[in-house]
C-alpha cells in the first residue's frame, strides 16, 4: 500500500472513532486496499459535519459553565451531543444486524476501549487533586462521587441527593457534569438489546417511535412536577437519543460523495437541506440564547435543540452550512477532542472555585478553558488514540474495567474516610463541625405528611405556637426547642412546619423545582387554625424568591402564580405579586382576627462574607505545612447595610402587611447584630454561619432571643 493512502485509512479509522462526546461504537477500518476510501450510503461512514456539530456542542457547554451569564441556555449542548449520539449508534448497530456481523460482546469491548481511558484519568486526576487540597467533608463528598462516576450511575447519584444542575453551589461539585456520561453509558447497555429485538420482528420503526413518544411524555410530566431528579433520569432523556436513532433508521439524508454534488443545479432537496440547515441553526441559536434555565423549562429548551441537531443531521454532508462550517478543520479538530474537553473542563473551573472560595474572575476562568483545551489534546492523542488504536483489546478490555473497578472502591473508601486527606486533623474537623452545624437531635417528633416536614416539642402547657416557613425558621428550631425544654412548665408547645424551597406565601408554587408551595401553606393553615393554637410565626429566607439573595448572581428561586401557565416569575411590584401578597394579608388577618398572635419574622442579614469557604486562608489549600488551627485571630463582623439596603422593598412589605393586620414584625439583626454590625465569626474564632445565609445551630440557640417571647409571652387577653 502506498504510504499516503496507509495514512489515510489510519485517518479515517481515528475520525471514525470520535463519533460523538460520549462516544458510540468505533466503525471498523475500510479494508486496506489501494482504492480510495470512499463513504456508501449503506455504511456508518464518517461524517466531517458531525464532528464540526460536536464541536458546536460542546462550545455552547464550556460557554455556558464559563460564562452563563452571557449564554444563559449553553447547557443545550447536551441535548445535541444526545442526538448525535443515538444517531451514529443506532446506524452502527443496524448496519452490522444487516450485514450480519454485529456482536453485542464486541460492541460492548469496544465501548469500555473507548469512553474508559479518558475518564480514568479525569477520575484519578481529581482523586488526587481532592486528596491534596480538599478539607474532609469536601473530599469525602467527592469520594461518592468518583465512586458513582466509575460504576457509570453517576446520574442516579445526582437525582438522589438532590444536587441541582442549575443551583448556585453546583460549581463546588467537579463531576456534576458527569451525569450525561451516566445517562449515555445506560443508553449503549439497553439500545443494542431494543433495537435487536425489534429488527427481528422488523418493528424498528415502531419501537422507535413508541420510545420517542413515552420519554418524551416522561419528560414533560417530570418537567412540571420533579424537575430537578427527571434532569438526571435516562427514562426523560430517551427520546433525544431515540430522535437521532430514527434518522438513522429512515436515512433520509441528502448524502452525496464528494464531487458530485448537483447545487449548481439544485433540486428540491437540496432546497429542504438549505433550508432545514438555517432553521436548525435559529433553533439552537435560540435556545442557546433565550432559554434561561432560570425562566425557560429545560424540557422546552431540549425540545428546541434537538429538533436542531435532527435537521442538521438529516441535512446530510453537503449541505452549505454542514459543508463550509461544520466540516472546517477547526471545527474538526475540536469535534475530535470534544470527548476529553468535556470531561476535563468542569472540574478545572470547579476546583478554581473551591479554591478560591468564590465564583473565579473572567481570566481565571478563562485560564481554566486554555489548559482543559490543552489537557484534552494530550489525552486524546497520548491516552485515547494509543490505547485504542495501539494495544489488543484482550489485553486493555480487561485491564480498563479493572481500573474501573479500583476507582469505585477507593472513591468508596475516601467516603466512608477510610483513606484521609492531606488536609485532616483536629484543626479542619474543627472547622467543618461548625461548618456543618446543622443537622441536630433534639428531642422533637416528626408528625404530619412526609412531604412536608412537621416537627413538634411537647410542653406542659396546653396552649401551642405553630413555627411556619423554609429553611429560614427551620434554623431558629434549636432556640425552641432550649425555650421549651428551660421552661417546661410555662413554654407553650411548639410545632414547626416546614417546606424548603418555599416561603409561607399563598397561591404560589416554585418555578424550577416540582414544589407543592401552594399546598404546604393551605396545610400550615390547618395546623394554626386549631383550637389550641394562639401562637402563629411566619418566617423565610423571603427576598430569595423575589429579588434573589443579596450580592450572588443568578440566586434567585423563582416561583409564580398558581393558575399561571406560563410560569411567569414573580416580580415583586408586579401585579400578580400584589395579589399573592393581598391573599398573605388576607391570610394573617383571619389569625389576628380569631385572637392569636401573629409574627413575621423578617430575613437576617446575609452576605457572601459570612460564608466560612470566603474565611479560609488563601494559602491553606497550597501550603504543604499541615495548619495547628483555622480558627481565625480577629473576630470577623460584616456591615449589614448593604443588605438593609437591598432587602428594604420587600422587608417593608412584610412590614405594612403586620401593620395592617394587628400583627407583629420581628427583625432578627435585633439580637443576632450589634446594630448593623454582625458577627461572622464566634469568639472561638469559627464560623457562625452554615453559608452566606444560614445560621449554624448553636450560634441560633445561643442568640436567637426574639423567639423567647413567642413560646413565653401570657396568652392574649
Not at 437540496?270 to 441553526?281: I, N
Not at 479493572?402 to 474537623?429: C, D, E, H, K, Y
Amino acid at each position: 500500500m502506498h504510504p499516503n493512502t496507509r495514512r489515510t485509512v489510519a485517518a479515517l479509522q481515528r475520525d471514525q472513532g470520535a463519533e460523538a462526546l460520549f462516544p458510540t461504537l468505533g466503525v471498523e477500518a475500510a479494508p486496506a486496499t489501494c482504492k480510495p476510501v470512499r463513504a456508501r450510503e449503506d455504511s456508518p461512514a464518517y461524517r466531517p459535519d458531525i464532528d464540526g456539530l460536536r464541536a458546536l456542542a460542546v462550545g455552547l457547554v464550556v460557554a455556558y459553565h464559563a460564562f452563563p451569564k452571557f449564554l444563559g441556555g449553553g447547557f443545550i449542548g447536551v441535548d445535541v451531543f444526545f442526538v448525535i449520539s443515538g444517531y451514529l449508534i443506532t446506524r452502527i448497530i443496524l448496519a452490522g444486524l444487516q450485514s450480519g456481523t454485529f456482536s453485542l460482546g464486541a460492541f460492548y469491548q469496544r465501548r469500555v476501549r473507548r469512553i474508559v481511558p479518558a475518564l480514568l484519568v479525569i477520575l484519578a486526576t481529581c482523586g488526587l487533586f481532592g486528596w491534596f487540597t480538599l478539607l474532609p467533608g469536601e473530599l469525602q463528598a467527592l469520594g461518592k462521587s468518583i465512586a458513582w462516576c466509575a460504576s457509570f450511575l453517576a446520574n442516579m447519584f445526582f437525582a438522589r441527593t438532590g444536587s441541582a444542575y442549575f443551583d448556585q453551589n453546583a460549581g463546588s461539585v467537579p463531576l456534576l457534569h458527569l451525569w450525561s456520561l451516566g445517562v449515555e453509558e445506560q443508553f449503549y447497555f439497553c439500545w443494542p438489546v431494543l433495537l435487536l429485538v425489534a429488527a427481528r420482528y422488523r418493528q424498528t420503526m415502531r419501537v422507535l417511535l413508541v420510545v420517542i413518544a413515552m420519554s418524551l411524555a416522561t419528560s414533560i410530566w417530570g418537567m412540571w412536577h420533579e424537575p430537578v431528579q427527571y434532569f438526571y433520569l435516562p427514562a426523560s432523556r430517551a427520546w433525544e437519543l431515540a430522535v437521532g436513532g430514527l434518522l438513522a433508521a429512515w436515512r433520509p439524508a441528502i448524502e452525496r460523495t464528494p464531487g458530485k454534488s448537483r447545487w449548481s443545479n439544485p433540486g428540491w432537496q437540496d432546497y429542504a437541506a438549505q433550508a432545514a440547515c438555517l432553521a436548525a441553526m435559529a433553533l439552537i441559536a435560540a435556545a442557546a440564547v433565550f432559554c434561561d434555565a432560570y425562566r425557560i423549562p429545560a424540557a422546552i429548551s431540549a425540545a428546541l435543540s434537538t429538533a436542531g441537531a435532527a435537521l442538521l443531521i438529516w441535512a446530510g454532508p453537503l449541505a452549505p452550512v454542514n459543508r463550509q462550517l461544520l466540516s472546517a478543520r477547526p471545527m474538526r479538530f475540536v469535534g475530535q477532542i470534544s470527548y476529553p474537553l468535556y470531561l476535563w473542563h468542569w472540574p478545572l473551573i470547579s476546583f478554581a472555585q473551591v479554591m478560591l472560595g468564590h465564583t473565579p474572575p473572567p481570566a481565571v476562568t478563562a485560564a481554566a478553558i486554555v489548559v482543559a483545551v490543552a489537557a484534552a489534546y494530550g489525552t486524546n492523542r497520548w491516552v485515547e488514540n494509543p490505547i485504542r488504536y495501539g494495544a489488543p483489546l484482550r489485553k486493555t478490555y480487561p485491564g480498563l474495567l479493572a481500573g474501573l473497578a479500583i476507582l469505585a472502591v477507593a472513591g468508596a473508601a475516601v467516603a466512608a474516610l477510610w483513606i484521609p486527606g492531606r488536609l485532616s486533623g483536629p484543626a479542619f474537623t474543627a472547622w467543618e463541625q461548625a461548618a456543618d452545624d446543622w443537622h441536630y437531635s433534639n428531642g422533637s417528633t416528626s408528625v404530619g405528611p412526609r412531604e412536608f416536614l412537621t416537627q413538634e416539642v411537647q410542653g406542659v402547657a396546653a396552649r401551642k405556637a405553630v413555627f411556619i416557613g423554609d429553611s429560614h425558621m427551620h434554623q431558629y428550631w434549636p432556640r425552641v426547642t432550649r425555650v421549651v425544654e428551660t421552661h417546661s412548665a410555662t413554654a407553650r408547645s411548639a410545632v414547626l412546619a416546614i417546606y424548603y424551597g418555599c416561603p409561607p406565601l399563598p397561591g404560589i408554587n416554585r418555578v424550577r423545582r416540582g414544589r407543592n408551595c401552594s399546598g404546604f401553606f393551605d396545610y400550615a393553615m390547618q395546623l394554626a387554625l386549631q383550637p389550641e393554637v394562639d401562637t402563629v410565626v411566619f418566617g423565610a429566607f423571603w427576598e430569595k424568591y423575589l429579588p434573589g439573595e443579596y450580592a450572588v448572581d443568578d440566586s434567585a428561586e423563582s416561583v409564580y402564580r398558581v393558575g399561571d401557565r406560563t410560569r411567569t416569575p414573580l416580580q415583586l411590584d408586579s401585579p400578580a405579586a400584589q395579589i399573592v401578597f393581598e391573599q398573605f394579608r388576607t391570610a394573617v388577618a383571619r389569625l389576628t382576627g380569631s385572637g392569636r398572635r401573629v409574627y413575621i419574622v423578617l430575613s437576617n442579614p446575609t452576605s457572601p462574607l459570612f460564608d466560612p469557604a470566603s474565611m479560609l486562608p488563601s494559602n491553606l489549600r497550597w501550603s504543604l505545612h499541615a495548619t495547628e488551627s483555622l480558627a481565625l485571630a480577629d473576630a470577623r463582623r460584616i456591615d449589614a447595610r448593604p443588605f438593609e439596603a437591598y432587602a428594604e422593598p420587600l422587608m417593608s412589605r412584610l412590614r405594612s402587611i403586620a401593620a395592617q393586620t394587628g400583627a407583629t414584625s420581628v427583625d432578627p439583626r435585633a439580637t443576632l447584630c450589634d446594630g448593623v454590625i454582625c458577627p461572622a465569626t464566634g469568639t472561638d474564632g469559627l464560623p457562625l454561619y452554615l453559608d452566606s445565609n444560614h445560621l449554624r445551630a448553636r450560634f441560633a440557640r445561643e442568640q436567637a432571643l426574639f423567639v423567647d417571647e413567642m413560646l413565653l409571652a401570657p396568652a392574649a387577653p
